[in-house]
């Protein structure tokens, strides 16, 4: 498939995805050669232009070079999968594109595209784009059918109708998102740019604006707040700011233009010829003001609260100051300015602290559970970690205003009628306040803000009031967390992830996968365990997998330890080797003395096809204050996607719970709800027992429940002695279900009718093992399917 590209004076660079590994092979031919002759796969690939896919579905530059300068040509691309199927002849005329070199040097030196899909109805398009000089770069999207029918777009075209970017830095990537496209329609992007010193931009800007001009003086940036100083050029004039964070899955991308605020919620139509205008945009933005003298001035801006330790694009926007106008008259066009002229105003910033994880974290009740990998700036071994179930305090404090009655300024109980003064300090009020403690705060501070009942122009807050208290106080703390919530640092895990893909597999063999699963593994573990010795490993290994019709991908994660005195580069260095193709050559070694696997993994020829070890990750050089953990005890909480909390603890004592302000996160605890351990599940005797619509969060295919005599030890009960009975008499299985089914949804003890003393048990859940919150990855994947 085409996703876009790029030309320049003698190339052209198709930007191609194929569903195989393999190689994309594009070629072309004068545009006037091409009537009515089909490309044939041979014709390709003769021009021998190709690239390597190493990823199935991920997308590749295809350079064709030696061209005529602006000359008009026909494109087309084939693909060669690495077993040697190619693109069927129906398959290469889809990428057919009339496409012209350019007469001018486009400094785009390579290309990436990504389509993302948003929900049922949207799409996003990703692009990654390396340029080689500074200057412009413009891109523009065009629906597929107009690019095979009238042709790609010439850069004239591109600059003419496509969003502009100032490339300043060549350290990093011109990364952009095109958002909100029609699922039901493909897309493709298609780039130029251009060098340029920029030198232009002094004689413009000496030029009088028909608009008002803001420019960004300073900035200062905190933890979850951008300070900005901005010049304006006359007067009177209304000034906008915005902040835009940065999109962070799969990876941190800069948005070619402004597409998500501060708060990261998204935008309907957050570009401009998409229903929008960047002005529009702009006009959105909370944070506004004022600049009453003809002679311009300077306006300040505290945009918060914004994500923690994380990447911003910050624009600014003037425009002449509307004069009101009578109820029903229209108002006069606003003056200001233009879409360029804002993009000339980008300052990109970034926020001090721990990095807001938006996949967070993921543990199973009833296992240890440690969260690590925490990024972010100026972490250290004082900080601390909460985990609540309701949000992070964030920028919701008493701001000290008080009312006409001099009451709110700070937390205080006392009635907010008009009839009833502040108490003076150490005494009670007349009348207290039926819901507590209260204050003012800044309006959209505290997610309980209201406004004032007597005094509307104030905002008022509750739950302010509770962050006050201390964190280790009797029933503080979501229930089953140990220590009220508060998790202490830990020793980071290093460890080491690394993928096994198999191809040309039988797949209605693969389906009887999971009977020789353990098999499997110990071979793998008995290859690792040699490979690297017992001085370097700490934990088993645990795995993922990932089948699909023609492949298998083995995802496995194994912690290590650093033995004393050893360097941690020497020791990375050290296991990349062992991991090599050695342990490659050992694992297929030991598949095939496995009978019943080498039956299940009968590829061409009857042999196990391992490609390689791929996606490795060796982490041996951790820093302090990035991992943490509640207790070394398993934990047993009800499951809920809690909220994660950090205290910096270089600036606060992180005892009060208004110390831990800043989210970083969610902590997904996999398990049965509050509401579902509170329940009374029915199985009838002489019937199956099944249990159905168990109400979870996140648990997955692999959970168990047990059946346990209902005693005062609950799920910790063991037989007293060797001859007890291991389970309930007469209960199928030991008391212990299937493997559950249907997402964690169904279990069942196998098809044998229950036959047992009639009265209540004890219902216990067990679920499989995370093997690797890996990012980006959906809860119901990282698991060991074997339980």
Not at 500 to 528: C, Q, S, W
Request: proline share 8%; hydrophobic share 35%.
């Amino acid at each position: 498939y085409i996703l876009g590209g790029y030309a320049s004076v003698t190339s052209i660079v198709p930007v191609a995805q194929a569903d195989r590994e393999g190689r994309i092979f594009c070629a072309a031919r004068p545009a006037d050669q091409a009537m009515g002759s089909n490309w044939t796969a041979k014709m390709v690939m003769d021009q021998n232009f190709f690239s390597i896919l190493v990823l199935a579905n991920a997308s590749v530059p295809v350079f064709v070079n030696r061209l005529t300068q602006a000359t008009l040509y026909e494109v087309a691309c084939v693909s060669e999968s690495d077993g040697g199927a190619v693109s069927t002849e129906a398959d290469i005329q889809e990428t057919r594109r009339l496409w012209s070199s350019e007469g001018v040097v486009n400094t785009v030196s390579s290309m990436f595209v990504e389509r993302v899909p948003q929900d049922e109805e949207k799409l996003s398009i990703r692009t990654i784009i390396t340029v080689d000089a500074i200057g412009y770069l413009w891109c523009l999207v065009t629906r597929t059918e107009a690019a095979k029918e009238f042709g790609v777009p010439s850069g004239r075209v591109i600059r003419t109708d496509g969003l502009v970017m100032k490339i300043e830095d060549l350290r990093n990537d011109a990364n952009g998102i095109f958002p909100d496209l029609p699922s039901n329609s493909t897309h493709e992007v298609y780039c130029t740019a251009e060098k340029n010193d920029f030198s232009n931009e002094t004689d413009g800007a000496s030029m009088r604006s028909p608009y008002p001009i803001a420019e960004i003086l300073t900035h200062e940036v905190g933890e979850d707040r951008i300070r900005l100083f901005v010049k304006v050029d006359r007067g009177p004039a209304t000034v906008y700011c915005r902040a835009f964070r940065w999109a962070t899955l799969p990876t941190g991308r800069r948005p070619t233009t402004p597409l998500l605020p501060s708060g990261a919620e998204p935008l309907g139509k957050p570009r401009t010829g998409d229903g929008m205008s960047f002005q529009a945009l702009m006009y959105t933005s909370p944070f506004v003001f004022e600049v009453p003298q003809p002679s311009g001035g300077v306006a300040e801006f505290d945009l918060a609260p914004v994500a923690t330790g994380s990447l911003f694009d910050v624009y600014c926007y003037a425009e002449e100051k509307l004069e009101e106008v009578p109820a029903g008259s229209e108002p006069p066009p606003r003056m200001g300015m233009t879409d360029e002229a804002i993009r000339k105003t980008l300052i990109t910033v970034q926020t001090l602290g721990p990095f807001y994880e938006q996949s967070g974290w993921h543990c199973v009740s009833g296992r240890e559970c440690n969260i690590t990998g925490l990024r972010g700036d100026g972490l250290s071994e004082d900080d601390r970690v909460l985990v609540r179930k309701d949000a992070c305090p964030g920028m919701c404090s008493c701001n000290g205003k008080e009312d006409g009655m001099r009451k709110g300024p700070m937390c205080s109980n006392v009635s907010q009628d008009l009839g009833v003064s502040a108490p003076f300090p150490g005494q009670l009020p007349d009348r207290f306040d039926p819901n507590g403690e209260w204050c003012y705060v800044d309006p959209g501070a505290c997610a309980d803000g209201r406004p004032s009942v007597h005094f509307p122009n104030l905002t008022l807050s509750y739950a302010v009031c509770a962050y006050n208290l201390p964190v280790l106080r009797d029933g503080a703390g979501p229930e089953g967390f140990p220590n009220h919530g508060l998790a202490t640092p830990t020793p980071p895990v290093e460890a080491i992830v690394f993928t096994m893909t198999f191809h040309d597999l039988d797949y209605p063999r693969l389906e009887h996968f999971p009977a020789y699963l353990g098999a499997f593994e110990v071979a793998i573990k008995n290859a690792f365990l040699i490979a690297i010795g017992t001085r370097f490993q700490r934990k088993d290994i645990s795995f993922d997998y990932l089948m699909s019709q023609n492949y298998a991908e083995v995802f496995a994660f194994v912690s290590i330890a650093i033995p004393d005195g050893v360097v941690a580069a020497d020791a990375e260095s050290a296991l990349r080797v062992a991991i090599g193709d050695w342990m490659i050559d050992d694992i297929m070694r030991r598949l095939h003395t496995v009978k019943q696997i080498e039956k299940t993994f009968l590829g061409v020829g009857n042999t196990v096809n391992l490609v390689g070890i791929t996606d490795l990750r060796i982490d041996l050089s951790p820093t302090l204050g990035t991992a943490f953990r509640w207790s070394a005890e398993p934990l047993v909480a009800p499951g809920y996607p809690y909220h994660l909390c950090h205290c910096n603890g270089t600036a606060g004592s992180c005892t009060q719970e208004s110390d831990f302000r800043l989210a970083i996160g969610r902590l997904h605890v996999s398990g049965p709800t509050k509401s579902q351990a509170e329940a009374v599940r029915t199985c009838i005797g002489g019937l199956p027992c099944v249990i159905d619509n168990l109400d979870h969060y996140a648990a997955a295919n692999g959970s168990r429940l047990a059946v346990v005599p209902e005693t005062s030890r609950g799920c910790a009960w063991t037989p007293r002695s060797i001859g007890e009975h291991p389970g309930v008499p007469g209960f199928p299985l030991l008391g212990t279900s299937d493997p559950a089914i249907s997402s964690g949804d169904v279990y069942i003890w196998g098809d044998k009718p229950l036959v047992v003393a009639s009265g209540f048990y004890t219902l216990c859940w067990c679920g499989p093992p995370v093997a690797w919150t890996r990012p980006y990855r959906e809860l119901d994947v990282p698991y060991a399917q074997g339980g």
